[in-house]
């Protein structure tokens, strides 16, 4: 057997802080959320951002909880391009000011990726638990435009919202936007918790689909549609962070390294930090990014499948919490053993009624008051 070649990874996500003014039922923080007084320094982050531009990465997602509730995020963002790095924010827009962005953009700041937990206020404001969340972030989209950042939008649907994806795309058009990333909700960390409340229907991920593929045509040339369709009801999984340990890291807001954001969901694996080792280091070597990476470590179907260099047996994390294994085949796949059982999960779930929203607990809700 030849060890996979490595390559350097392409993306980074640095998840600043765990605090949110937001308590979203699907967040894909751990269930454990890191305190307020372990997160990284200015100076930590700062080294990293070196480190991991010297190592190769290009791209910088920064993102958290909301990445808005560090106080020194403008300076970490013109540290970040000091470096060299491509800086993109990842926000819900609460926390930001017209002022902010206005020294976001002095500092360097490249793009903005905005999320959408619904199309109107009555939506977005009980997914996302905050009364007064979706008119402030229409007031933030002004701020965007105003200053002119490249903008994604970032729209997560499930069962009580996949109806206003059409109105989704359409006010990404409006907003300018030059991207919509149309996220089904993937069941990880708090989403595992809430999927009677939020699993699709059959009826509505083939729905999705359609309405995708029908603006994609119509909106050639003027948006750009990312598509993560609706796993528990597809044939083949998906190829979970571009492959394990092949094209990405994240670092939580404690300095852990981790291969994906829900990495610390497979309880055997050890996870590094960037104080004690570094980064590249951790990349090449750490425990954790070879125990996945290439094809060594898989089980049948997957070892003789033709598909396996295609999707690398699919998510992880999604074997480990729908399994117990996290070698085995992402049961979303038609050739794992557990493909029927999970589809009829689905269909269970999504056919619970009257299932009530578990909010994301929010020990860590304070944000930076905005100025
Ligand atoms: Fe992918 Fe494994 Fe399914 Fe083949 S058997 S399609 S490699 S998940
Ligand atoms: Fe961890 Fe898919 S989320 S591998």
Same mark, same amino acid.
């Given at each position: 057997?030849?060890?996979?070649?490595?390559?350097?990874?392409?993306?980074? @996500?640095?998840?600043?802080?765990?605090?949110?003014?937001? +308590?979203?039922?699907?967040?894909?923080? =751990?269930?454990?959320?890191?305190?307020?007084?372990?997160?990284?320094?200015?100076?930590?982050?700062?080294?990293?951002?070196?480190?991991? !531009?010297?190592?190769?990465?290009?791209?910088?997602?920064? +993102? /958290?909880?909301?990445?808005?509730? *560090?106080?020194?995020?403008?300076?970490?963002?013109?540290?970040?391009?000091?470096?060299?790095?491509?800086?993109?924010?990842?926000?819900?827009?609460? /926390?930001?000011?017209?002022?902010?962005?206005? $020294?976001?953009?002095?500092?360097?700041?490249?793009?903005?990726?905005?999320?959408?937990? #619904?199309?109107?206020?009555?939506?977005?404001?009980?997914?996302?638990?905050?009364?007064?969340?979706?008119?402030?972030?229409?007031?933030?989209?002004?701020?965007?435009?105003?200053?002119?950042?490249?903008?994604?939008?970032?729209?997560?649907?499930?069962?009580?919202?996949?109806?206003?994806?059409?109105? $989704?795309?359409?006010?990404?058009?409006?907003?300018?936007?030059?991207?919509?990333?149309?996220?089904?909700?993937?069941? &990880?960390?708090?989403?595992?918790?809430?999927?009677?409340?939020?699993?699709?229907?059959?009826?509505?991920?083939?729905?999705?689909?359609?309405?995708?593929?029908?603006?994609?045509? *119509?909106?050639?040339?003027? @948006?750009?549609?990312?598509?993560?369709?609706?796993?528990?009801?597809?044939?083949?999984?998906?190829?979970?962070?571009?492959?394990?340990?092949?094209?990405?890291?994240?670092?939580?807001?404690?300095?852990?390294?981790?291969?994906?954001?829900?990495?610390?969901?497979? =309880? &055997?694996?050890?996870?590094?930090?960037?104080?004690?080792?570094?980064?590249?280091?951790?990349?090449?070597?750490? $425990?954790?990014?070879?125990?996945?990476?290439?094809?060594?470590?898989?089980?049948?179907?997957?070892?003789?499948?033709?598909?396996?260099?295609?999707?690398? #047996?699919?998510?992880?994390?999604?074997?480990?919490?729908?399994?117990?294994?996290?070698?085995?085949?992402?049961?979303?796949?038609?050739?794992?053993?557990?493909?029927? !059982?999970?589809?009829?999960?689905?269909?269970?779930?999504?056919?619970?009624?009257?299932? $009530?929203?578990?909010?994301?607990?929010? =020990?860590?809700? +304070?944000?930076?008051? !905005?100025?």
């Amino acid at each position: 057997m030849t060890a996979p070649t490595v390559r350097p990874p392409i993306a980074m @996500l640095a998840e600043l802080t765990h605090r949110c003014p937001l +308590s979203c039922p699907y967040c894909s923080n =751990p269930v454990e959320l890191a305190r307020v007084d372990s997160e990284l320094s200015t100076e930590t982050w700062t080294d990293v951002f070196r480190q991991a !531009a010297d190592l190769g990465v290009l791209q910088l997602h920064l +993102s /958290g909880g909301e990445p808005a509730s *560090r106080r020194d995020l403008e300076t970490l963002v013109a540290a970040a391009r000091e470096a060299g790095l491509y800086t993109n924010l990842i926000t819900s827009g609460i /926390g930001l000011t017209e002022r902010r962005l206005g $020294a976001l953009d002095a500092a360097g700041l490249d793009h903005v990726q905005l999320s959408l937990q #619904g199309t109107d206020s009555a939506m977005a404001d009980e997914i996302g638990g905050y009364r007064g969340g979706f008119d402030r972030k229409m007031q933030v989209v002004k701020w965007i435009g105003a200053v002119g950042f490249p903008l994604t939008l970032n729209a997560v649907l499930h069962r009580r919202n996949l109806h206003q994806l059409p109105r $989704a795309i359409e006010m990404a058009v409006e907003m300018g936007a030059r991207r919509i990333e149309v996220a089904t909700v993937q069941f &990880h960390g708090w989403a595992l918790r809430n999927r009677d409340a939020l699993m699709p229907t059959e009826a509505q991920a083939r729905e999705a689909d359609r309405i995708v593929a029908e603006a994609r045509a *119509r909106l050639k040339g003027t @948006l750009v549609i990312d598509y993560v369709p609706a796993d528990y009801h597809s044939d083949y999984p998906k190829r979970c962070m571009g492959g394990w340990g092949t094209t990405g890291l994240n670092v939580t807001p404690d300095g852990k390294v981790l291969p994906c954001h829900a990495a610390e969901s497979i =309880p &055997h694996l050890r996870f590094d930090t960037v104080a004690e080792r570094p980064l590249a280091d951790i990349w090449y070597r750490g $425990a954790a990014f070879e125990a996945y990476r290439g094809t060594d470590w898989m089980q049948e179907p997957c070892r003789s499948c033709e598909r396996k260099t295609v999707d690398f #047996g699919g998510c992880r994390c999604q074997a480990m919490a729908l399994v117990g294994d996290a070698a085995a085949t992402d049961p979303v796949c038609v050739k794992s053993p557990h493909h029927g !059982a999970l589809q009829a999960r689905a269909a269970g779930h999504a056919s619970a009624e009257d299932a $009530a929203l578990t909010y994301r607990e929010a =020990p860590l809700r +304070s944000v930076e008051p !905005a100025e």
